[in-house]
């Protein structure tokens, strides 16, 4: 296959050092979307976020980290992502040649703020231990607390570059500055989406944005501009176009678990408005080995079968 879009894809990031491209490039050109342009990643942090319990119960194998770094391995994601637990307790001789994202900050979910901080729990340093490729960071944009965070963000992704490594940005809108409706507001996911490539992200993990609008202003700008958020794909562009323009690798979560033909739809609608691919957690490693291995299989079809990229820029 072609490495074109690849090194397309690459050149977005050309201010960058020969170990930050490098990394990003092991992930583009590994497991069965090698080449494309596109992604398919394993995240595991529910256990810390949610808890054993709600995440693993449903398929017990789920408890022992070794089982989702054996299926990222078999599905042929693109790479894992999990908290420094679960990727130190994979063990090298398990996880070598995988490219890892080490997830460096968390919640819990036994007390609930309505503004919400992740606990730092990891470092540059624990990454290269690790071995892994990048960094994983949450930022709650609508939280009182997020001010902390962008502020840690910048200074991880210095520290994450200095080093060689990518930076991964989970940019999910929370808080008490958001309606309820407002955390997956078009508006709000497209304005996080910003928040996170200004802070560094080479990756934005984002929610797929509904219909919503949360602020006034930007229905008013929404509507002068007539851009058009009445599909999902449509969202979705607007998103990516948010994220310099689609320079920026933007890629949307499974969210939480849903049918399968719900989650295909999705990623049919997430790949026609042209998301970089897909972060595909519950919605995979809860459902029996085989089915969870012929889902991602089949997201992974069907974001390779969209990998021509959409023209996003505007004339000049």
Known sequence: MSHDRVNEILSWYDHENRGVRSNLARMFMHGRLAGTGKLVILPVDQGFEHGPTRSF??????????????????????????PPGALADAGLDLTAGLPLILKVNSSDGLYQDADPQPAVTASVDDALRLGCCAVGFTIYPGSAARITMFEQLRSLAADARAAGL?????????????????????????????????????IIKVKPPTSHVEFDSNRTSLSKAGVDISSLAARVSHVVRSAFDGRRVVIFSGGPAKEREDVLEENRQTAAGGGFGAIVGRNSFQRPWSDAIRLLHDIMDIHERAAAPLDLRVPM
């Open 166 to 202: 990518g930076v991964v940005v989970w940019a999910y809108p929370r808080g008490s500055g958001l309606s309820e409706a407002g955390q997956t507001a078009v508006d709000v996911v497209a304005y996080s989406a910003h928040i996170a490539a200004q802070l560094g992200a080479h």
């Open 57 to 82: 119960s449903v398929q017990p194998s789920g408890f022992d980290p070794r089982y989702h770094a054996r299926l990222a391995i078999a599905a042929g994601c693109s790479a894992y992502a999990a």
